[in-house]
């Protein structure tokens, strides 16, 4: 079963400054998707960004963009110009070739400071 | 418009009883899952439909019973509540993502989430 780590359960950013989040994952497939989600304190998932690993180019949405390196297995989140509403608990997600389920990473916390 | 509804959002029961938490999707999808959240926030796969058809059932105990009337709906039944139980259980849904060399992996969508209490 494919595993995904989170290694940094908080982070803590100013606002305007720019944070990466970390993940690595571990799997035997060569195709597969990876995803960012994003959960604020409404508890509602919101899906924040999407790799698709036969692209070598780097997923981007507005301020924010991952650092996708396969061959290390490694999907890092950077979110620039944060602001206050950044402020969440985010999820990295692999969806492998079964293509039915998600696997979570057990989250890293963000807390954006004024 | 609501894309994924569940109900209801908060569920406070006694061990024993017997509940059911509804989901229902508004963007003609053909797959739906279930996830639970723990204390801890992790969240865990239950069940995936894919048109009406249970695709994934991981490890979860008898007593969580997933129904699907129709490709809208992805209802969850749990029997014999047990204080373990208690959780946030989220009801998610995305296209259908095919199979073989043409699958696909799409954006899921999910619901607000239910917030279920065991005493």
């Known amino acids: 079963a494919q595993t995904v780590t989170q290694s940094q359960p908080e982070m803590s950013v100013q606002e305007a400054e720019t944070v990466t989040l970390s993940c690595t994952y571990d799997t035997s497939e060569s195709d597969y998707y990876l995803f960012w989600y994003k959960q604020p304190p409404s508890r509602q998932m919101i899906l924040v960004i999407r790799?698709?690993?036969?692209?070598?180019q780097n997923a981007t949405e507005n301020r924010f963009s991952v650092n996708f390196q396969k061959a290390a297995k490694s999907f890092s989140l950077k979110i620039s110009d944060s602001q206050l509403g950044d402020a969440a608990m985010y999820f990295c997600a692999y969806n492998g070739n079964s293509g039915y389920a998600l696997n979570f990473g057990k989250g890293t916390s963000l807390l954006v400071t004024p | 418009d609501t894309a994924v509804s569940q109900t209801p959002k908060y569920l406070v029961t006694q061990m024993g009883n017997d509940k059911s938490i509804k989901c229902e999707q508004n963007l003609g999808h053909d797959t739906m899952y279930w996830y639970k959240q723990d204390s801890k926030k992790f969240l865990k796969i239950m069940f995936s439909y894919n048109n009406k058809e249970l695709i994934i059932n991981e490890t979860v105990p008898n007593r969580f019973s997933p129904k699907s009337p129709d490709k809208a709906h992805l209802n969850l039944h749990i029997n014999s509540l047990e204080l373990g139980d208690s959780a946030v259980y989220f009801c998610a849904s995305s296209q259908g993502v095919g199979t073989g060399l043409y699958w696909s992996s799409y954006e899921q969508y999910f619901g607000p989430g239910t917030r279920l209490t065991v005493t």
């Open positions: 790799q698709e690993a036969y692209k070598q």
